[in-house]
């Protein structure tokens, strides 16, 4: 069972135009992370938000994150074409007493020239 | 500082035939992760281990075990390998819950069971 989903599934977008992909997951979290996967490479993170933050900056990468919704949001802004990459959200859920991540099934995003 | 690497990064196997793939990480982590990815699905957890000697099971373990006798290894193994086992597998390791769960990726293995 999966508990981040990610929306939309693919993305297309021109050079310069923000892309935003959202994520919603189903139970209390510790801290939410995304991350990206180049094509044939492994996974890359790229920001942690905590519980008790709306709103994380990194770059041109802003994420944030809504607990009463159980859902979060990454915004790229300025695209490029090296954003182009499959973008993954992923869950630290408030179960167990170890470290585990629950992945969402991913967006894919393309960023033409 | 090589992070997470893998061995072998591409592998055919016949059904039944068995194998070993090797996940080392030089970062001096405490949990390391074995994940295997398939089309349109995001990472499964298989197997996870929280310290040397210690391995647990993650979401779908089943046809596979685990070994991490040193801290800096993480052995995934088929000891049968099935067509459902073709996938990309993903080590990844971390630091202890102590300090901010971000995992490290190593670059996986593609295995193709025929």
């Not at chain 1, 041109?60 to 859902?71: E, F, N």
């Amino acid at each position: 069972s999966q508990q981040g989903e990610e929306d939309p599934q693919a993305l297309s977008i021109q050079e310069g135009e923000n892309a935003t992909m959202n994520c919603s997951y189903k139970t209390s979290i510790n801290n939410l992370q995304w991350y990206r996967q180049n094509s044939g490479r492994g996974l890359v993170h790229l920001i942690l938000i905590r519980s008790n933050e709306r709103e994380k900056h990194s770059g041109r990468l802003r994420v944030t994150l809504d607990t009463s919704k159980k859902s979060s949001s990454l915004l790229i802004t300025a695209s490029r074409a090296a954003d182009t990459a499959s973008y993954f959200c992923a869950t630290d859920a408030r179960t167990g007493g170890y470290n585990k991540l629950i992945f969402g099934a991913g967006t894919r995003l393309a960023v033409h020239p | 500082n090589a992070g997470v690497t893998q061995t072998p990064k591409f592998r055919v196997l016949k059904t039944g035939q068995s194998m070993t793939l090797l996940c080392a990480q030089d970062m001096n982590h405490e949990y390391m992760y074995w994940y295997r990815q398939d089309p349109g699905m995001g990472l499964r957890l298989i197997h996870y281990s929280v310290g040397e000697g210690t391995t647990a099971k993650g979401e779908v373990p089943d046809g596979y075990n685990v070994s991490r006798l040193k801290k800096q290894n993480f052995l995934l193994g088929l000891e049968s390998a099935a067509p459902s086992q073709t996938s990309v597998y993903f080590c990844a390791s971390s630091y202890s819950r102590i300090r901010h769960n971000e995992q490290f990726f190593g670059p996986g293995t593609r295995l193709t069971v025929l």
